[in-house]
């Protein structure tokens, strides 16, 4: 996966009845974390982060 704003990434592991999305940065820690029920998940989308002019 690419690094975005602050060397943070994201890490995505599927299963067969959850989802789960991290947020991680550069060392591995765990920033945020979400869980989901993987037959109510449709698509799971970064969205870009606004630059400072």
């Given at each position: 996966?690419?690094?975005?704003?602050?060397?943070?990434?994201?890490?995505?592991?599927?299963?067969?009845?959850?989802?789960?999305?991290?947020?991680?940065?550069?060392?591995?820690?765990?920033?945020r974390?979400?869980?989901?029920?993987?037959?109510?998940?449709?698509?799971?989308?970064?969205?870009?982060?606004?630059?400072?002019?």
């Amino acid at each position: 996966m690419r690094a975005n704003r602050a060397g943070r990434r994201i890490e995505v592991k599927t299963s067969r009845s959850t989802v789960e999305v991290n947020e991680l940065t550069r060392t591995g820690r765990v920033v945020r974390s979400a869980r989901f029920m993987a037959p109510r998940v449709l698509a799971v989308v970064e969205h870009p982060v606004e630059e400072a002019a």
